[in-house]
Nanobody, 123 residues
């Protein structure tokens, strides 16, 4: 059974930083893309960033220049480094993995999801 487990969320002041981690288990994800989405209260789940197994990345415009996605293929882990956090970054952050090597900004592309980790930014 595939499991994605996120960690690293918490409460931080505006301007601060957090690093999220997502560890995958149950199969080898070395060739798969990995991604982060987020969902704020009352809003749709939205794409944040994605990365291929070779390290090619795509980052949403709303977080570009502040968030960085990277991965450790040997550990089946993807990270999201979040700097200069804003109140509008407050959301539950989800890790997602598709069954193939390509990424997409569409939620429907992804087959496996983590349970989410809460990030709260106080202004």
């Amino acid at each position: 059974q595939v499991q994605l487990v996120e960690s690293g969320g918490g409460l931080v002041q505006a301007g601060g930083s957090l690093r999220l981690s997502c560890s995958a288990s149950g199969r080898t994800f070395g060739d798969n893309a990995m991604a982060w989405f987020r969902q704020a209260p009352g809003k749709e789940r939205e794409f944040v960033a994605a990365i291929t197994w070779r390290g090619i990345t795509n980052v949403a415009e709303s977080v570009k220049g502040r968030f960085t996605i990277f991965r450790d293929n040997a550990k089946n882990t993807v990270y999201l480094q979040m700097n200069t956090l804003k109140a509008e970054d407050t959301a539950v952050y989800y890790c997602a993995v598709p069954r193939n090597s390509q990424y997409s900004s569409r939620r429907e592309w992804y087959d496996y999801w983590g349970q989410g980790t809460q990030v709260t930014v106080s202004s």
